[in-house]
């Protein structure tokens, strides 16, 4: 249930990250390798799971085998907690086996009593440093363990603040501290009706009790469900004995990272603050330094500080304590080299000794990730399959958002840290509350805080960026929106903003709540008002990673494109094929929209082709177009698939307006609208049921895909078309429409003299056509997945319905995730994966893909690699997402 750490004596190691935490485990392995950590112990993430499931206690032997612990770390220090001649001091730490920073709690300066300040002045002969403990202790303690808001310690130190008339903790005296302490007692106990407790047994344990309650509390959960952490047990606690940033000038505290979280590149990047403790960096009470001149310089000329005042003022760690940053920069080295990743890394500096208090596989953008993995594998540190595999799929999704358009004129109003790359556009909001409120209205906001707290991350997660007015690289704003993949610029200190008027004066403007703004995540610039932006394209580093995913994945992807542009697009992004073009958004465009409903309102065959014929020649325009762009690539169309009643307006006065333009009296548009009205239309008229009843519309669409088709190969571009039948249920179903088709092919054929390469084939929508694929597979040339309609049928979910009660099941984990966006592989894909056997018992070298919404979602990709699909097929921005997935799920195949 413990684990010890200590330099030469871990009893764990990094491999036991499940069991001791990441924190626990890395602890123990650098303890190991040399690196100086303060010794410590793990209470393990098992004792987390037994504490909840024994209904909230310890386990029996627990305290045994802690005292033992204690007594041995108590030996490797020579010091003892709670006695005042000799304290030992202690944090006691959470920490999980995936990292979630700053989610849960910590509680530092573990062992001070009256009697043990005393204690640790006449050792240390620094009263201020003895001081300033107690009181940090008080307020972290009260607040995280006895549920005491530090806001009420807060206020005190703010009014001790004012009235000696300084604006800083350092620049407060050992007697104020002093003071503070006894003020903080008083209030401790006129909220707690008791003494501030002064046993330090007590508060290890109270402490330890209150990290595993960390483990529930609200913003924990929710980080877990957004970042999709499942199947842990719970945190391990770190008892860990204290060492001390805030001892004075040669005494402080840091984060940094191996490389720059930001953007990938390969230099030490960092901040720290002198004479300060734990969470001061990131909680941007003051401003924190950098670590290397280099990075130091780059800060100061960004904010237009002279030389002169960044030396004498901020310098970096590297000018301030080059002894301590040579080491550190030593250690940065070692344990890049030994994890192959990039660290992120906390350390303290106690009188001049430098001591590493945590190390993670660090955070960082989407761009930085791929800049990471390319740079690595140079280096020789990673190979090429770990590089692929070290960028997630879902990580490209930065990379592949548009970006401020080159060369648009933009207003600067200020600039401040670029802490997270992207550019953000969104209308003004100051709160995560307002934030989330008008997100659900469907505005685009910008969330523009003094500074972010954990309370923020659901307002944050709903933002197209965040602003923040203080704070540095590793402030909570900072970490949190590179992990969500944000656009965020924070230390913006530009920015007046007031909470009570909903304003904030920049430079001597206004902006006020709701108007819009605009911010470059990766020059650090705001702008007013909406700037324009242009897509993304793939270049450097991530065309890099593409081909060398490339080199490993075996299933291909394809996009679903409507319009010659979106062909493209995905062309650009790598997509080797059309997986899905639907035809119905053709009938949109400009004026058609008149000659559809021409046709639908209709009353004989006669006219109901005529309507048609004036749709064919821009039907052939639209596929003409889609060819050309993919030249040489196979191209899908599906036919008409959606209900008629989709092309009528449904409000009286746009019915009165069409049958004035048609010549139509409005009474007749409204009978075919009720004529049309069906309780159940995603199961009722539509897809190849339109083509058996109204062939006369499906004929039109073949002819327009083979002239198109035939002209484009008389031109020598290689076309390649595949003609896709939509809802397909029975196979004669199908029969029917290939004979119709195979008949205008062979005439147009004859006709032209030269032979088209067309395929026909089906979805595979509805479970009856999974279940019968052998039969299907029969008449079919291809197969394509239309895994919204077999989820809905399958599941018997109607997705535009099921919205009001999917979330309460995946709360409940009747479903692991929602089955519109995550494949449900256990049913769908069970059916999935039959319809494949089936199909290929029939035609073994059957083409086989998927269409649905779930082609660009890495989990399904992967799924689909396994099954032995050809292909998957999703939306233009997807395609490189998707080329990543299927790369992984090959690489993973092999292993
Ligand atoms: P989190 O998981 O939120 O980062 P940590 O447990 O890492 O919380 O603690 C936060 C900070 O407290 C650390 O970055 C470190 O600066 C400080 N800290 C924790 N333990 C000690 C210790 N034993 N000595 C000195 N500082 C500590
Ligand atoms: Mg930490
Ligand atoms: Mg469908």
């Known amino acids: 249930m413990v684990y010890f750490f200590a330099a030469g004596k871990s009893d764990g190691d990094a491999s036991l990250r499940s069991l001791l935490g990441g924190k626990g485990a890395n602890l123990a392995e650098m303890a190991t390798i040399g690196i100086p950590v303060p010794p410590g112990f793990t209470i393990t993430t098992e004792v987390c799971d037994m504490y909840y499931k024994g209904g909230k206690t310890f386990p029996e032997g627990l305290k045994a085998q802690v005292n033992e612990n204690l007594a041995k770390l108590e030996a490797e220090t020579g010091k003892k907690l709670g006695d005042p001649t000799n304290p030992l001091l202690v944090s006691v730490r959470s920490g999980a086996a995936d990292s979630m920073p700053g989610m849960m709690d910590t509680i530092l300066n573990l062992g001070i009593n009256d009697a043990v300040v005393e204690g640790l002045i006449k050792k240390s002969n620094n009263p201020r440093f003895a001081w300033d403990s107690y009181r940090r202790f008080i307020q972290m303690f009260a607040d995280v363990a006895m549920d005491v808001d530090k806001e009420n310690f807060e206020h005190a130190l703010d009014a001790m603040k004012k009235r000696r008339g300084v604006s800083l903790d350092t620049e407060l005296s050992a007697d104020d501290l002093k003071e503070l302490v006894q003020e ?16 330090a047994q007590q508060q290890m344990w109270l402490s330890s009790e209150a990290v595993f309650r960390s483990w529930n509390n609200e913003r924990a959960i929710y980080y877990r469900k957004s970042n999709d952490i499942k199947g842990l047990l719970g945190t391990a606690v770190n008892i860990q004995s204290m060492v001390f940033g805030n001892m004075g000038e ?64 901020y310098p970096s760690l590297e000018e301030k304590m080059p002894e301590a940053y040579k080491q550190l920069v030593g250690v940065r080295d070692l344990l890049e080299k030994h994890y192959k990743d990039m660290q992120d890394m906390e350390f303290t500096i106690e009188s001049g000794i430098l001591y590493i208090l945590q190390t993670r596989n660090g955070k960082r953008t989407g761009s930085a990730a791929v800049k990471m993995a390319v740079d690595m594998q140079k280096e020789g540190l990673i190979d090429d399959k770990t590089a692929v595999l070290r960028v997630k799929p879902e990580q490209l999704d930065q990379l592949l958002h548009p970006r401020f358009k080159a060369g648009t004129k933009k207003e600067i109003i200020a600039k401040g840290l670029n802490a997270s790359p992207g550019a953000a556009v969104g209308k003004v909001v100051f709160s995560a509350k307002t934030a989330i409120e008008w997100a659900e209205q469907g505005k685009r906001i910008i969330l523009v805080r003094i500074e972010t707290s954990p309370e923020d991350i659901q307002g944050m997660a709903v933002s197209k960026g965040i602003l923040t007015a203080r704070g540095g690289a590793t402030s909570h704003a900072a970490v949190v929106a590179r992990q969500m993949g944000k656009p965020c610029v924070a230390g913006c200190g530009a920015l007046h903003i007031d909470y009570n008027t909903l304003q904030m004066e920049v430079g001597g403007k206004i902006i006020k709540q709701g108007e819009w703004i605009s911010f470059d995540g990766s020059t650090g610039e705001v702008y007013l008002g909406q700037v324009e932006t242009e897509e993304a394209v793939l270049s450097g580093a991530f065309g890099e990673l593409m081909a060398m995913a490339d080199k490993y994945s075996t299933m291909k992807v394809r996009a679903n494109a409507d319009s010659p542009k979106d062909a493209t697009i995905a062309r650009n992004f790598g997509a080797v094929g059309i997986g899905l073009t639907r035809t119905e958004h053709m009938f949109f465009e400009g004026t058609r929209i008149n000659s559809v409903r021409k046709m639908i309102l209709s009353k004989n065959l006669e006219d109901r082709e005529a309507a048609l014929a004036e749709l064919e020649p821009m039907q052939k325009g639209d596929f003409y177009g889609i060819f050309e762009a993919m030249e040489g690539l196979p191209v899908i169309i599906r036919l008409l698939d959606p209900p008629l009643h989709e092309f009528l307006p449904q409000s009286e006065k746009e019915q009165e307006e069409m049958g004035k333009l048609l010549g139509v009296p409005t009474e007749e548009v409204r009978q075919r609208v009720h004529q049309l009205h069906e309780f159940n239309p995603m199961l009722g008229f539509r897809g190849s049921r339109l083509g058996i009843v109204f062939p006369e519309i499906y004929k039109m669409q073949i002819r327009a895909i083979v002239d198109a088709a035939i002209e484009l190969t008389k031109k020598g571009t290689k076309v390649i078309a595949e003609i896709m039948f939509p ?8 029969d029917i429409l290939v004979t119709i088709a195979k008949a205008i092919i062979a005439e147009k054929e004859a006709a032209a003299g030269i032979k088209a390469h067309i395929l026909l084939g089906t979805m595979i929508e509805i479970p009856r056509a999974a279940i019968t694929a052998d039969e299907i597979a029969e008449t079919a ?70 269409c649905g919404e779930h082609g660009g979602e890495p989990k399904t990709v992967m799924f689909c690699h396994e099954i032995g699909m050809n292909y998957v097929s999703c939306s233009p921005f997807r395609v490189p997402i998707a080329r990543l997935a299927a790369a992984h799920a090959a690489i993973k195949g092999l292993k």
């Open 781 to 850: 040339e291809f197969f394509s997945f239309g895994t919204n309609d077999l989820t809905q049928m399958t599941c018997g979910l109607s997705r535009d319905d099921s919205g009001s009660f999917l979330g309460a099941y995946v709360d409940q984990g009747i479903f692991e995730y929602e089955p519109f966006q995550v494949l449900d592989q256990t049913g769908v894909g069970r059916l999935m994966k039959l319809a494949i056997e089936l199909g290929r018992k029939t035609k073994p070298n059957l083409e086989i893909g998927i």
């Open 250 to 313: 040669t005494s402080g505290t840091g984060v940094c990272f191996s490389r720059n979280p930001s953007n990938g590149d390969n230099y030490f990047y960092g901040e720290y603050l002198m004479n300060a403790q734990g969470e001061d960096v990131v909680a941007g009470i003051r401003t924190p330094q950098k670590m290397s001149i280099l990075e130091s310089r780059m800060w100061s000329d960004a904010n237009t500080i002279s030389e002169a005042d960044r030396v004498a003022n």
């Open 184 to 199: 903080y007692k008083v209030i401790y106990k006129k909220i707690k009706g008791e003494d501030f407790p002064t046993d």
């Open 727 to 734: 809802l397909i249920a029975v196979k004669q179903e199908l």
